[in-house]
């Protein structure tokens, strides 16, 4: 069983919070639910959707068709009618609150009205203007689509940003700095509402420039230091980056990409930026890249992140995009955290080269020697690597057909997949690059899926093993939407052998 | 009592540099903040890229010879992860006028407990003899043959505008920085100081220091702002006619570092992030 909802209207009518009651009172009832969100760069009027999926086994991505549309506007039934199933429904009602909505769904949902009330009081403001509207959505409706059961199933609900933000929490971070940047953003505002409970800071600089050099003071006081954003912003970064890297700080910095070149699409998802990551900052120093590919992962991911951080001296990246921070996953199991201890020391640090003392230097020998220790921590961060899930593998395990993606395309994978004829690796980590990946791709009938218009995963992969992807075999999608599984499944479908 | 800020780095500035003078007031400053009890690991220096930069190398503590321009959030961020240290920053007018400029702006907004220390010697010395933002009219160099076309600006004037709560220029004598030094350690939140420098190779003393007075001699009134304002006009960078020394402005408001519980706890507790334990 899988239903598909579309909350769509103006932005400012509030379709966003509909679709996150309604997601939080199935999770509650024991449902797997998926949401996307799909919102203009504008903040009234315009037209923004989310796309809510549940069902009773686990879903981690929409299809292109729906199952019923909830139309806030005129204009929503206009653009998305066509993506109804032939047995569809849509709800358009002028002029009403979108609570009324509310209402009508629960009934249509078969679900008590007592589980919305409880949201509408969680949400606090407009609570008796809203529950008047709910009951008379609720009292009209009298279709019933599909009937919720109580699944008795513990189930976690958060999108990637909530779940970065967690992880981070649960890994003892002390610093948080940040500039506004979509999809990075909320990352700040998670930490910064539970900064005094948990007892670590949040501040906004001027600048992403600022950011991460305040960000590298703060990280050789000893202190858990982290930052966010996205594309344009970590390119303001890379100089401070690169001192980071000759200086030996730890960093987190979490980089939540969306559709460049330049401001290209400012609310829309893309995963162009793994080159980037990978190369950014002048000069030859050591990095991590890690990248999660749904919300408890993004939990894992960022414990690890600390971890290495502080272990190594280095800055870890963990790799995001707008689908993976602003969707809603369904969580089932409990993440795995990996502890970390604040092992650095305020000494003298400097961005030249320098020596033991920490005095400028321009000794050919002790420059060598300092490239060389520098650089050797890649060798001992590829061995302590080994410990972690670098890939994982699901679907057929025999399988001569070999999907490679990494990142937010795992969930429409994992639903498009569910009965073909093929094996999925994700990679997690994307430098150091997990060499022991090579075996189960080689002289398979590799299928790359990625957001992105140049297969950089595909371009890696190739660097690091000699495996060429052949073009044809690349499905790539760089308008700035997610994969829909039912669509992915039709173009993997093509390429099975 | 200085011996203990010594470092065994040989010095690179110039022979006869300005630089060895702001180095010798400031050890002295620090002898002195030392011998009245602090401890050499309760401060930390930052500095630029440029000349003064190598301050960095010559003063025995802890901190980082950060990147061009960033001395600022980087001193911000070291406060940030410990509000109990002393953190002084060091930057050239290159690295505070040109290329971190925005930051000096908001340090000022944001008055975090730091000293900062502006080198300004009026020429990009180090990468030979360009002009920064404050070299005055018509300079020429190999870069700028044509001369400089562009009024320098005036930095007193712009810490004024951007509400910083202590404002100064001093020159690059031993006795001067000592003063200044001493000044700015009394002061809570941050601290902003201009050093007249001139560059003795590329742009060297054009009777500055003829034509500097004492603005405490002449019993300016550091708290009031038009006065202190009136005094910023009295020298442009171009032309030097009177070049006013020591406090312009001066006035105490809350210090970031009090402004956040978080940050407020740790100062109260003598703690840093880093004793944290969750």
Redesign the interface.
Known sequence: MKFSILFGGKAGQGANILSDILGKSLVKKGYYVFVSRDYQSLIRGGHNFNVLTFSDEPVYSNDSEIDLIIALDKNTLELHKKELKKNGNAIHVEAKGNMYFAGRLFKILCMDFKLLEEELRELKGRFDENIREAKEGYEEEKKIACRIIDRKENLNFMNGNQAVSEGAIKS?I??Y?FYPMTPATNVAGELAEK??EN???V?E???E???I?????????????MIGTSGGGFDLMT??LS?AGI?ESPLVIYLASRPGPSTGLATYSGQGDLDMARHAGHGEFVRMVLSPGDAEECQEITSQAFYFSQKFGVSVIILSDKHLAECLYTIKEKPVITPSK?V?????????E?DK?G??TESPEIVNKNVENRLKKQKEIEREAEKFSQFKIFGKSNSENVIVSWGSPKGAILDAIKDIDAKFIQFLYLDPFPMKAKKEIEGKNIILVENDATGQLGKLIAEKTGIIIEDKNKILRYDGRPFFADELKKEIERRLK | MTSDLNTTATPTWCPGCWNFQILAGIKSGLAEEIKKGKNKDDFAIVSGIGCHAKIFDYINLNGINTLHGRVLPTCLGMKVGNPNLNVIGFSGDGDAYAEGIEHLIHAARFNSDFKYFVHNNQVFALTVAQPTPVTELGYKDKTNPLGVKFQPLNPIKLMLASGCGFVARVFAEKSQIEYIFKEAMKHKGFAFIEVIQPCIIFHNDKGYLEKTYSLEKEEHDKTNFDAAWKKADEFDYSTVKKIPLGIFYQKEKPILEELYPQLAELKKKKMSWKDIKR
Not at chain 1, 213 to 225: C, D, E, L, P, R
């Open positions: 003892g002390d610093i700095y900064q005094i007892n670590h800071i501040l600089l001027e600048n420039i600022a950011v050099n305040a960000a590298v003071g703060s990280a050789i006081t000893g202190a858990k230091t100089e401070a001192l200086a604040k650095t020391i305020l000494k003298k640090y400097n961005s030249y320098s003392f005095y400028m």
